[in-house]
């Protein structure tokens, strides 16, 4: 069998230590975005949390010009937007959605401010783009640990709220009726988040932060809506996407015209969007099917009713 | 398309109809007639389909069995029918005075440049006085009351003199003396613009002076008919398929599970059986 | 300030604040803010794909830009809205990277879009931009009413033959026509900012749908005029003064309503022992 693949790919998939740690990073960075995910996508947050990508790389750029670590203004920078969030937060979606766009295009704003200091002090430009796009092939062996130091906490934040989270995605009212802090819960998940997302953003990237965020979760929450199975299957979903981008990227290289290796983001997002997009079709296609079912059902009632009277 | 629209026929008519939602029967076997000016309830407890069913009039529910013809047409739309949901949740910071909102109701769904007359504000004026409401006109909508905005909406449903309102739970966040107010009120309406009104409720005595007919929902199936003829013993009973007593209390109709029933699904839909002792 | 050279600029500004001071009341009223962000950002692949593809930048902004809109109309029928939008963005994002790597320059054009300045328009470019901006105008005036009804009460517009279905796709398309007439100008960032925070002020503030458009489109006029102006000066980027002060303009607008509240709230005790 790997005879066989050896055979047909260009090989050295396993050997290249760049490739493992690519897979070792981006799986871990999968399986932490795809747990924050789930309730990202229940609680309606999905904007949040791509704002949240994009104003980490802000403090990643603002970092760079301060001299201080990428690492602490990547973190620095994305909890601190994810506690005004939160703190600004307004209850009805429609209007958190404005106050977050507010609050990301001023963060966008910074960016460009930071991009032109950074310019005129004599960088260049592709710091601030490579902070956007990520590259997994050349990952800085320093945040390795920092980032499953990170992940690890936010994982445990995400377990410590989640039971406060379900209460709450049923109904408010309810759960603060039950004692539940609403408001602290609504804090320590966005902290989670954020520190999921920026570890990710920094590792592999804002874009791809965002995709392995949002992208398995939604497609195990059309898959099953119990909480706990959706996490399992957002995790297999990302860190199966994950695997598979990083080895069509690497073999990208082989084939593409010119090689020019198609950049492990897109692969890893595409692969991503071709999963949901099965997901709504399967589930189209189910639903359809239970309800001709369901109309056999309705004869089979009156059947019923009028051997009764 | 204007399709002509005799007095005689009736302005919905629903043959053998039947709604499945994610694999579950809602109801089935439903059929009646509405006539023009009649005022029909929709009654039933929690759960029984009532919404459904008017959603199914509005075309917004597929059916899997049967048909629905409303105003001649396949599905309820347009300036002839008016709609109040159960439940609109509307931002306090919404741009819009309570007569915007009305106006909506006379061109919302026309393409066109954002000027009105003189003539459409006076009808939404009218419609607003036709609620007692013209004291709310220039306030915001969503700094209303819960009350307040029922009231602005159904203006809004009967600004444009339609042929047929269909309101979901009207009465359901009312106090008492507001639910006597809006049933006189819709009693009134309905009788003097030959209104038809369908309204969802689960309790049907406040409005026992105003109903026409009755369409009682429960377990899957529909009893239609005056009240005396459907809040009977012999009626419910088979219609929940197990024994059911209806008692004429002080003028009120009171459903129960009959003593010993072993089915202990509440069928209590009028709270007086608490408070008043049964003599 | 006021030199030939940047007449273009003052004209093209003034377009970009027209256009986003009108279809950004719709966003805000739709809670389309997400949107907004996206379109804009995503159109930078349109961009990507067509300088790999030899074509023109403008061409290939609005195809990805109405592209997109369909996309997320037709998926957030049945799925979660702000999730799809989340994907396809992503989606789009990473179609750039690609598109940028295949044609092997790091292009600082196209990545000028994404961070924006306001970038030389040429008098070609300038009749196109003036042709779209027109066009999404006019589409949200002719639509004003049926989009206000579907997006405050969509069942009850259903009801009365507003499809919110094909108001949605109307107005997303409307949104990518304003996006690919602005973006080439100012960059998405710029296009973000005005989308949302001029006309966020400006629906807290006003009570009617129509002053809320007057003020809004007042306020992007204001707040792009200031910005070049206080960018000509002080040689920030115009992108950062506009977004800054979209933020406070909004922050203002609130505080502002809040106080007015208080002081009647804390007025009224007055007038009931008066009486």
Redo the contacts between chains.
């Keep these: 069998m790997t005879g066989i693949r050896m055979g047909i790919f260009s090989g050295g998939f396993f050997t290249t230590e760049a490739v493992w740690t690519a897979l070792l990073v981006g799986g871990f960075a999968a399986l932490v975005a795809a747990v924050a995910g789930v309730f990202t996508v229940m609680r309606g947050q999905s904007f949040a949390g791509h704002a949240l990508a994009d104003l980490g790389a802000v403090g990643g750029s603002g970092a760079f010009l301060l001299g201080v670590s990428q690492l602490w203004g990547f973190v620095g920078a994305g909890v601190l937007a994810a506690i005004v969030l939160e703190v600004i937060g307004l209850h009805r979606v429609r209007e958190r959605d404005i106050a977050t766009g507010i609050v990301f295009g001023f963060g966008l704003g910074l960016t460009a401010l930071f991009l032109y200091l950074g310019t005129t002090l004599g960088h260049s430009s592709n710091q601030a783009v490579a902070v956007l796009f990520g590259s997994l092939f050349s990952i800085d062996p320093g945040v390795v640990g920092p980032v499953i130091g990170l992940g690890v906490l936010s994982l445990a934040l995400v377990m410590l709220v989640s039971r406060w989270l379900s209460l709450e995605a049923l109904d408010a009212d309810i759960a603060r009726a039950r004692g539940v802090p609403v408001r602290l819960a609504g804090v320590l998940f966005m902290v989670a988040l954020a520190l999921a997302v920026e570890l990710t953003a920094l590792s592999i990237g804002a874009v791809l932060a965002t995709a392995l965020l949002i992208g398995p979760a939604a497609c195990a929450l059309q898959v099953t809506s119990r909480i706990p199975r959706a996490m399992w299957v957002a995790v297999v979903v990302g860190v199966g996407c994950t695997v598979l981008g990083i080895f069509i990227s690497y073999e990208s290289y082989a084939w593409s015209p010119g090689h020019r290796a198609w950049p492990a983001s897109f692969c890893i997002v595409a692969i991503v969007f071709v999963c949901y997009l099965s997901t709504r079709v399967w589930n189209t296609v189910s639903a359809a099917m239970t309800r001709r079912r369901g109309v056999r059902r309705v004869g089979q009632v009156s059947e019923r009713i009028r051997e009764g009277n | 398309m204007t399709a002509v629209h005799g007095e005689r026929e009736p302005i919905v008519r629903i043959s053998d109809a039947?709604v499945?939602l994610?694999?579950?029967?809602v109801w089935?076997?439903v059929g009646f007639d509405v006539q023009p000016g009649e005022f029909l309830g929709l009654i039933g407890t929690n759960g029984t389909g009532k919404t459904t069913l008017l959603r199914a009039i509005?075309g917004?529910v597929p059916l899997?069995?049967g048909s629905i013809q409303v105003l001649g047409h396949a599905r309820?739309?347009?300036?002839d029918?008016?709609?109040?949901?159960q439940k609109?949740?509307?931002?306090p910071?919404?741009?819009?005075?309570a007569r915007?909102?009305v106006a909506?109701?006379l061109?919302?769904?026309?393409?066109?440049?954002?000027l009105r007359t003189r003539s459409t504000w006076e009808r939404v004026e009218r419609a607003l006085g036709a609620v007692d409401a013209q004291d709310l006109s220039e306030r915001?909508i969503g700094r209303l009351s819960g009350g307040q905005q029922q009231r602005v909406?159904l203006a809004?449903?009967l600004v444009?003199d339609p042929k047929l309102v269909?309101l979901d739970e009207p009465l359901a966040n009312l106090d008492p003396a507001s639910v006597q107010e809006i049933v006189a009120l819709l009693g009134r309406i309905s009788r003097e613009r030959n209104m038809a009104v369908i309204l969802t409720a689960h309790d049907m005595n406040p409005l026992l002076p105003v109903l026409d007919r009755i369409v009682y929902l429960a377990k899957?199936?529909a009893a239609v008919g005056t009240t005396q003829e459907v809040a009977r013993t012999d009626v419910l009973t088979?219609l929940y398929?197990s024994p059911i007593e209806v008692v004429t209390v002080h003028g009120r109709v009171v459903i129960l599970p009959a003593s010993g029933a072993p089915d202990t699904e509440a069928v209590h839909h009028s709270e007086p059986v608490q408070r008043e002792p049964l003599p | 300030m006021f030199a030939p050279f940047m007449t273009d600029t003052w004209i093209a500004a003034t377009i970009v604040a027209l256009v986003a001071g009108c279809v950004g009341v719709f966003v805000v009223l739709r809670g389309d803010a997400f949107l907004a962000h996206a379109i804009p950002h995503g159109s930078f692949a349109g961009a990507a794909g067509a300088i790999f593809f030899g074509l023109s930048p403008l061409l290939g902004m609005g195809l990805a830009a109405a592209a997109a809109a369909l996309v997320i109309a037709v998926l957030s029928r049945r799925g979660r809205r702000d999730a799809v939008t989340a994907l396809l963005l992503a989606l789009l994002l990473g179609m750039g990277v690609l598109f940028l790597t295949l044609s092997g320059q790091y292009s600082n054009q196209a990545y000028g879009l994404l961070f924006g300045q306001i970038l030389g328009v040429s008098k070609g470019e300038l009749v196109w931009v003036v042709l779209l901006g027109a066009v999404s105008i006019a589409g949200i005036f002719v639509l004003f009413r049926p989009l206000l009804y579907t997006s405050l009460l969509p069942e009850m517009a259903a009801a009365s033959g507003a499809a919110p279905g094909g108001m949605t796709v109307a107005f997303s398309l409307i949104l990518a026509l304003a996006t690919t007439a602005s973006v080439p100008i100012v960059g998405a960032l710029l296009m973000f900012s005005l989308l949302v925070g001029p006309p966020a002020a400006a629906c807290v503030l006003a009570v009617t749908p129509g002053r809320a458009l007057v003020w809004s489109v007042c306020g992007s006029l204001g707040i792009v005029w200031a910005s070049i102006a206080i960018s000509f000066g002080t040689d920030l980027p115009v992108g950062f003064c506009v977004a800054t002060l979209s933020g406070v303009s909004y922050a203002v607008a609130r505080g502002w309503v809040r106080a007015r509240r208080r002081m009647t709230q804390t007025g009224r005790p007055d007038l009931e022992s008066a009486r």
Excluded at chain 2, 76 to 79: E, N, Q, V, Y
Excluded at chain 2, 93 to 97: A, H, N, S, Y
Aim: net charge positive; proline share 6%; hydrophobic share 35%.
């Design positions: 039947a499945v994610g694999g579950r029967t089935s076997q509005l917004t899997a069995e309820g739309r347009g300036h029918l008016g709609y109040v949901p609109v949740v509307v931002d910071d919404l741009p819009l005075r915007d909102v909506l109701g061109d919302g769904a026309k393409v066109g440049l954002p915001r909406l809004q449903s444009s269909l899957g199936h088979r398929g």
